[in-house]
């Protein structure tokens, strides 16, 4: 087939955020908005795209297949030679990060939104990731966007048929050049690097009851990408029961719920921990709805009901769960409220017995991590409980720990482990793409954020099924509880308590005038060495300022990352914008205060005060409106 070039004008606001370009499906759906960022990413690498191969697949929601389709066209007018895509568009984030890593390619791009929900009336994203595997650097999505405001063509092949449904390998004579398409196993690669990194054998013993510790596990794909990785991992390659997975078909729309997973979102997962029997729990990003059993063996009461709600939505006139792998009529897929409920009334009613529960966010990057009776760990705890364990993972034991980092609003528990064992340790601005160069130097080993990202330098993305594993061979090593585990930790480091508050989808003009004011407060001569009270607990600045970032190996800087106030005792209010939603204004507040030996107490109660002076201060619930956040974690 041959090269068509189409004429073509920018659109305003392809700018990436913290990850990626992220906006609601219909945007993407206007005419040549998709293939005009397409272009501007292989125009930013242009004199390396012909006869390069790249890296495409997603985290299965709305449109990822169809965007596919398009990259395919698009890469072989563009010369690229060589395209690895995972079957049915299927990729998760850090999945891609490992692919290109081993196959050395240019980089890839994945098509996701994260954690935001998915379907037609919601969110879609694109991300480039470099030959690294790690997201662009702000100079390369600077770039981008600078391209996408000049376009005024792009090329094409439009008369190129290749299906993405079967593995195997395709060729096409682009104009007399061979363009190669390779449609491949999305889990093989990954779990081939998990088998190097962990000792699998180890952690499938204490999944199987082996040795007498009895040990169940509940993991929730919550219908996002990671289903395929949690079945063949936890299943096939661990020998975990088939009911130790939930949610596992990756949807369109996510089953119609949020795959962000954290308290709110992943509650149902809580609940059936709480209420069960299981000594771990994590969650991922993504819907994990376990359909891909039914019609099998599986003598689980949530897989009857989901047959019904999917012949429910089959039959009736319902605009949620589009989702099924080419069933496109179902597109305009939103969540209905009631069959929402409905499934979280099934999954509380469900007894278990668990003793870890992990859930994974829509592109499987994120990971919940939960104990026996749901016991939370939040994921700067999370951080540093794996960075002080890492001795019990192989990769580790062989490679050593040359450095641990955190984003600057995740608490500062990793920081401690890092003192203790004599290791450097990096702050970096919110966004993954800040660790990289310090992993690509030699210098970061394991990193992590408060949002439920914990990575290392085994790929350049947050990995969510890794953290999961990196947990299981902690514990399996240590044969103490998810509960002990942690307070095991803070009796030897201290505890750093800490908690976020999410505002989402304010309006966008008050909060940016909330910031701006906040950072005059606490920018204004005499805020320095002032005493802020709350509760009859009083606190004294040390210093504030809106974080700004050095890169220690290319000094690039970051402005503007978020403004923080630092107390005397060590405490820290932050609060930013976040720069993943696709419309309106998301605010985050990250408290955070450190007790060396009052540690069990009620996160909650212990920052009570700290919240106050930080609503106080910004005058937070007046700009937005909001008497209460939409999320606390
Ligand atoms: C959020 C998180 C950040 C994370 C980013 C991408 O960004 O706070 O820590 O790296 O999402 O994660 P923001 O700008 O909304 O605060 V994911 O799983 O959405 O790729
Ligand atoms: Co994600």
Redesign the pocket.
């Known amino acids: 087939p041959g090269i068509v070039t189409v004429n073509t004008s920018p659109y305003e606001g392809q700018k990436p ?3 990626g370009l992220r906006k609601k499906v219909k945007v993407f759906l206007q005419e040549n908005y998709t293939e005009n960022f397409v272009q501007s990413i292989l125009d930013a690498n242009k004199g390396a795209v012909a006869g390069s191969t790249l890296v495409v697949g997603g985290d299965g929601r709305y449109l990822v297949k169809e965007v596919v389709d398009k990259i395919i066209k698009i890469c072989a007018g563009n010369g690229v030679s060589r395209l690895l895509v995972g079957q049915n568009g299927i990729l998760s ?1 850090p999945a891609v990060s490992c692919i290109i890593r081993k196959y050395k390619t240019l980089g890839g791009i994945v098509l ?1 939104a ?2 935001n929900p998915g379907g037609i009336d919601n969110d879609f994203g694109i991300k480039f990731n470099c030959a690294n595997g790690g997201p662009a650097p702000d100079a390369t999505t600077n770039q981008i966007h600078a391209l996408t405001t000049q376009i005024s063509q792009y090329k094409t092949v439009p008369g190129l048929v290749c299906p993405i449904d079967k593995c195997g390998v395709q060729k096409f004579d682009v104009e007399g050049q061979t363009f190669t398409v390779e449609v491949i196993d999305p889990v093989d690669d990954y779990l081939a690097l998990m088998r190097e990194i962990f000792d699998l054998p180890a952690i499938g013993r204490l999944l199987r009851g082996e040795g007498g510790r009895k040990f169940n596990v509940l993991i929730d794909g919550m219908n996002g990408v990671t289903g395929p990785y949690i079945q063949r991992i936890f299943v096939q390659e661990l020998g975990a029961p088939a009911t130790s997975v939930r949610r596992v078909t990756p949807l369109e729309d996510f089953g119609g719920a949020h795959p962000d997973p954290n308290l709110t979102y992943a509650a149902e997962l809580v609940e059936e921990v709480r209420s069960g029997d299981y000594d771990f729990g994590a969650a991922f ?1 993504g819907d994990v709805t376990p359909l891909e059993d039914f019609g099998g063996a599986h003598p689980d009461p949530n897989l009857t009901y989901a047959a019904e709600l999917v012949e429910e939505v089959r039959s009736g006139d319902y605009d949620f769960g589009a989702a099924f792998d080419g069933d496109e009529d179902f597109g305009g897929a939103h969540p209905d409220p009631n069959l929402t409920y409905a499934a979280e009334l099934v999954e509380e009613v469900r007894g278990g017995d668990y003793d870890f529960g992990a859930a994974f ?1 829509g ?1 499987g ?2 990971n919940m991590i939960i104990g026996r009776n749901a016991f939370f760990v939040t994921p700067s705890d999370s951080l540093a409980v794996l960075a002080a364990g890492a001795a019990a993972v192989p990769y580790f034991r062989s490679r050593g720990v040359a450095g641990l980092a955190r ?1 600057m609003p995740t608490a500062a528990a990793a920081d401690r482990v890092a003192k203790e064992l004599g290791l450097p340790v990096f702050e970096v601005p ?3 793409k800040y660790f990289g160069n310090l992993m690509d130097a030699g210098r970061l080993s394991i990193c992590g ?3 439920f ?1 914990t990575g290392s330098d085994h790929v350049r993305e ?1 990995d969510g099924i890794w953290a999961a594993l990196f947990w299981l061979q902690v514990l399996a090593a240590g044969g103490l509880s998810v509960e002990d585990t942690l307070k095991e930790h803070w009796r030897k480091f201290g505890r750093n308590y800490f908690t976020r508050y999410d505002y989402e989808e304010c309006a966008s003009a008050p909060c940016a005038e909330m910031m701006l004011s906040l950072e005059r407060t606490i920018t204004a001569p005499g805020f320095a060495g002032s005493v802020l009270t709350a509760q009859g607990k009083a606190y004294t600045v040390a210093a504030a300022d809106d974080f700004s970032y050095m890169d220690p190996v290319d000094h690039s800087v970051a402005m503007k990352q978020g403004l923080r106030i630092i107390f005397t005792d060590g405490s820290r209010i932050v609060m ?1 914008l ?4 696709s419309s309106g204004a ?1 605010v ?1 507040l990250y408290i955070d205060s450190y007790e060396p030996t009052d540690v069990l107490g009620d996160a909650q109660d212990m920052l009570r005060p700290l919240v106050d002076i930080a609503l106080q201060l910004s005058d937070l619930p007046r700009y937005t409106g909001r008497a209460a956040p939409t999320v606390i974690t």
């Open positions: 955020g913290t990850s984030t996701t994260s954690h990003d966010d592109d990057d994120r984003s919110t966004g993954w954020e408060e949002s990202g947050k930013r976040s720069g993943t939603g998301t985050r």
